[in-house]
Structures are given as structure tokens and as C-alpha cells.
């Protein structure tokens, strides 16, 4: 499986829920978060028709100045963060140069978390290291251990990894 943002986000939210979904078990359809999120995401497209895809990656916002990328909530900067630089580093090597803005879109809060991201060198080289990890990792024979945090509860794999 080719790396994606999803598989980075993953990856820095849990190493198994990355396994898991590099190697294609797939069970997100059923999670009630991941629907949560999608109820977000479109009530947000029905007034802002401005999501585009280049490749396979579904950009939320591109505007001249940011690449914005829409959460549900603030449980995991780090995963959000990544994952926004690796979809900057796709656009950088189609010759579009942006800066990145996360938009955390919690429900039932009327005022939205926004944090600013920008590409650097540095962290060009540190997503290549990570998306060799990340390969790595897929390709292992191992499933990595379970999280064992409250956050399992609304992850798709829960069932999968606990029942
Ligand atoms: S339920 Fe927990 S341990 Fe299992 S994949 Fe999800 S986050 Fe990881």
C-alpha cells in the first residue's frame, strides 16, 4: 500500500490502528466517530464547496495562502499535524507552495481551534524517515501492541482489537 496521510495520522495515533489499516482490514464504515466526522466534514463542504483532490489526497481548503485541513476534534495535534505536512510536501512537489492551517471543528463548540503548521527542510527529511517507518511497519509479521487508552473506545478498531 502506497503511504497517504491517513496511514501518517494513524501511525502517530497508534502504530496498530496503522498496521491494521495498511494490510486493508478495514472496519471504519462502522464507527461511530468516523461518521461523526464525515456528518462534520460535509456539513462543512454543503456550505464551502471548496474541497478539491489532486492524486488521490482530498484537500480541504486551498486558498493562496493555506492548505486547511478540517478535525472533528483536538484529541491528537501531533497525528493532525503530520499528516497536514505530508499533504503540504505532495503540493510542494507539484510545484504549489502553501502553509498549513488546522481548523478543529469540535461539536457543540461554536469557536474553532485553529493552529498554523509550516514545511520545513527538517521536517521534509523527518516525513521521509517516517514514511520509511511507516512501510516497515506494515510489512512487519507482528500486529504492534494495543494502545490500551480511553481513546481505543472511539476507534474503529475497537471491536477488532478488544471483543
Ligand atoms: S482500538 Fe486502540 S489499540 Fe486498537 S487500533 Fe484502535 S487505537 Fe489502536
Redesign the pocket.
Known amino acids: 500500500m502506497e503511504i497517504n496521510g491517513t496511514l501518517i495520522n494513524?501511525y502517530f495515533?497508534?502504530?496498530?490502528?496503522c498496521?491494521?489499516h495498511g494490510n486493508r482490514l478495514n472496519l471504519e464504515d462502522n464507527s461511530e466517530t468516523v461518521q461523526v466526522g464525515k456528518a462534520i466534514h460535509e456539513e462543512r463542504l454543503q456550505s464551502d464547496q471548496s474541497e478539491i483532490a489532486i492524486e488521490n489526497i482530498r484537500l480541504d481548503r486551498l486558498t493562496r495562502e493555506y492548505l486547511t485541513e478540517i478535525k472533528k476534534s483536538d484529541a491528537d495535534v501531533e497525528a493532525a499535524t503530520w499528516q497536514l505536512l505530508y499533504y503540504l510536501k505532495i503540493l510542494k512537489s507539484k510545484g504549489i507552495l502553501r502553509k498549513g492551517k488546522l481548523e478543529f471543528a469540535e461539536k457543540n463548540k461554536t469557536k474553532k481551534k485553529v493552529l498554523f503548521v509550516e514545511l520545513t527542510e527538517e521536517r521534509e527529511r523527518e516525513l521521509e524517515e517516517i514514511a520509511d517507518r511507516i512501510k516497515n511497519l506494515i510489512n512487519s509479521e507482528c500486529v504492534?501492541?494495543?494502545?490500551?487508552?480511553a481513546?481505543?473506545?472511539?476507534?474503529?478498531?475497537?471491536e477488532?482489537?478488544?471483543i
Open positions: 494513524y495515533h497508534c502504530p496498530r490502528q498496521y491494521l504492534p501492541e494495543r494502545l490500551d487508552k481513546s481505543c473506545k472511539k476507534c474503529a478498531y475497537y477488532y482489537c478488544y
